[in-house]
Nanobody
């Protein structure tokens, strides 16, 4: 049974930092592209960052580039998102997701999703 469990969300002031974690189980983690997504109220879910299987190749949305860092530990089946210089517009529910294959592609490539962890940034 595939499980993705996020943790690390919370409330911070603008300019602060948070580190999200995602524990994965039930599939061959090291062979899948992994990603972080977010969804704010009344907005569509958007891709924040993706990371390919080896961990060297990554993608970031323009809105977080230079502030967020995605990483993975294939030995521990863990995914991370280090978020620095947080802004109020980063407020959203953040989701960890696993792609169907080693390819990241678009949001449609991601088959498995966690329940999410809330991030709230106050000004």
């Amino acid at each position: 049974q595939v499980q993705l469990v996020e943790s690390g969300g919370g409330s911070v002031q603008a300019g602060g930092s948070l580190r999200l974690s995602c524990a994965a189980s039930g599939f061959t983690y090291s062979s899948r592209c992994m990603g972080w997504f977010r969804q704010a109220p009344e907005k569509e879910r958007e891709g924040v960052a993706y990371i390919y299987t080896g961990g060297s190749n990554t993608y970031y949305s323009d809105s977080v580039k230079g502030r967020f860092t995605i990483s993975r530990d294939n030995a521990k089946n863990m995914l991370y998102l280090q978020m620095n210089s947080l802004k109020p517009e980063d407020t959203a529910m953040y989701y960890c997701a696993a792609s169907r294959t080693s390819w990241c592609g678009s949001i449609k490539s991601f088959a498995y999703w966690g329940q999410g962890t809330q991030v709230t940034v106050s000004s």
